[in-house]
């Protein structure tokens, strides 16, 4: 779901911290659903850390400080 997959990214930047660009590999699987993709895409569409922080904030989630 898109919440699942805001939560991993989430939890990956929280470990690594951001700018580091989290990618789907070599392919993403036929009918992936569109929703899984957009939140996928989330952060590399986020001008700043800040406005990053506020779309998972959305979520109840928390970026790495």
Do not use: H
Request: with cysteine.
């Amino acid at each position: 779901t898109p919440e699942e997959i805001r939560k991993a990214i989430a939890d990956v930047y929280s470990k690594v911290g951001n700018p580091y660009i989290v990618n789907a590999g070599c392919e993403v699987p036929a009918g992936t659903p569109a929703e899984n993709l957009r939140a996928f895409c989330e952060p590399m569409s986020c001008e700043s850390k800040y406005e990053y922080a506020q779309l998972l904030a959305r979520d109840g989630l928390k970026p790495r400080p």
